[in-house]
């Protein structure tokens, strides 16, 4: 027995502590998982408590410019727990964060009839900044915070894959990962 407990004193502070631990989610599974895909932007973020009192709970509308997986409509709405309401707040780490009037992509799993919630936590969301001088529309992934990001096959720490990207070069890698595999062996 006090084998065990010197064993696991030793082992303990070698762990990596994160506030919240999530698989890597590549752009290909994202974009298959989900069942819908949005560029958009956000028009609401509004947080309230749940129903029996005892959580923060945010909205987020965002106004559908374009569908890249799904029928959404021309709004959807994203529902994730944490938010602030008066005095108090409530957060959790490796959510995505949203402002109104921010262009978006998001990778999105239906919650209920009529909501959605952001697949992958942070992973399934892109904030759109807009083109300058020179720069094509760019799609900067979300970030993950203190979140620890293991990968899927080994459960070893890894590092964020996403990375910064021209905007049509995110839409092309998410309508390649949609095409059917049998699709894409085809050769003309």
């Given at each position: 027995?006090?084998?065990?407990?010197?064993?696991?004193?030793?082992?303990?502070?070698?762990v990596?502590a994160?506030?919240?631990?999530?698989?890597?989610?590549e752009?290909?599974?994202?974009?298959?998982?989900?069942?819908?895909?949005?560029?958009?932007?956000?028009?609401?973020?509004?947080?309230?408590?749940?129903?029996?009192?005892r959580?923060?709970?945010?909205?987020?509308?965002?106004?559908?410019?374009?569908?890249?997986?799904?029928?959404?409509?021309?709004?959807?709405?994203?529902?994730?727990?944490?938010?602030?309401?008066?005095?108090?707040?409530?957060?959790?780490?490796?959510?995505?964060?949203?402002?109104?009037?921010?262009?978006?992509?998001?990778?999105?799993?239906?919650q209920?009839?009529?909501?959605?919630?952001?697949?992958?936590?942070?992973?399934?969301?892109?904030?759109?900044q807009?083109?300058?001088?020179?720069?094509?529309?760019?799609?900067?992934?979300?970030?993950?915070?203190?979140?620890?990001?293991?990968?899927?096959?080994?459960?070893?720490?890894?590092?964020?894959?996403?990375?910064?990207?021209?905007?049509?070069?995110?839409?092309?890698?998410?309508?390649?990962?949609?095409?059917?595999?049998a699709?894409?062996?085809?050769?003309?």
């Open positions: 027995m006090s084998l065990r407990v010197l064993l696991l004193a030793v082992l303990l502070p070698c990596p994160g506030a919240t631990t999530l698989l890597r989610a752009l290909p599974e994202l974009a298959q998982s989900s069942d819908a895909i949005v560029h958009g932007t956000v028009r609401r973020v509004e947080s309230r408590w749940s129903g029996d009192g959580r923060i709970i945010t909205d987020v509308e965002i106004q559908v410019t374009e569908s890249l997986k799904g029928q959404p409509g021309a709004t959807v709405l994203v529902t994730q727990p944490g938010g602030r309401v008066g005095d108090i707040g409530q957060r959790v780490s490796g959510l995505a964060t949203f402002t109104p009037g921010e262009e978006v992509v998001v990778f999105l799993a239906r209920g009839a009529e909501a959605f919630r952001v697949s992958g936590m942070a992973q399934g969301k892109y904030k759109v807009p083109p300058e001088e020179g720069r094509k529309a760019q799609a900067v992934p979300e970030s993950l915070g203190d979140t620890l990001l293991l990968d899927p096959a080994t459960q070893a720490p890894v590092e964020a894959p996403a990375r910064s990207l021209p905007l049509a070069e995110l839409k092309a890698a998410i309508r390649a990962a949609l095409v059917p595999p699709s894409q062996e085809k050769t003309p």
